[in-house]
């Protein structure tokens, strides 16, 4: 069992950023590939960035040059740098865990899931 907390959500204005957080406790996280999903208002949970144990990386289209994921193993922490940020991306943002299966960007990839950060982005 994994759990995971997210943290470091808040409200920023257009351009700005912000850094979330993801703690995990339980078993060993480093075993783990980690991902950033997000969930508008009325919309369904999507894919943001991921982190395999090795570091190797993966961003939604939306995302990419903008946020940066990266995990600490020693502090069994990831993270989400997101930064030149725009009103579309306010969303509660989800960090989720599961063991590597070859595919990364659909939720039923990931067996944990935290209870989710909001980031609002004014305009």
């Known amino acids: 069992q994994v759990q995971l907390v997210e943290s470091g959500g808040g409200w920023v204005q257009a351009g700005g950023s912000l850094r979330l957080s993801c703690a995990a406790s339980?078993?060993?996280?480093?075993?783990?590939?980690v991902a950033w999903f997000r969930q508008a208002p009325g919309k369904e949970r999507e894919f943001v960035a991921f982190?395999?144990?090795?570091?190797?990386?993966y961003y939604a289209d939306s995302v990419k040059g903008r946020f940066t994921i990266s995990r600490d193993n020693a502090k069994n922490t990831v993270y989400l740098q997101m930064n030149s940020l725009k009103p579309e991306d306010t969303a509660v943002y989800y960090c989720?865990?599961?063991?590597?299966?070859?595919?990364?960007?659909?939720?039923?990839?990931?067996?944990?899931w935290g209870q989710g950060t909001q980031v609002t982005v004014s305009s």
């Open positions: 989720a865990a599961g063991r590597w299966s070859g595919s990364y960007a659909d939720t039923s990839d990931y067996d944990y």
């Open positions: 339980g078993r060993t996280f480093s075993n783990y590939a």
């Open positions: 982190i395999r144990w090795r570091g190797n990386t």
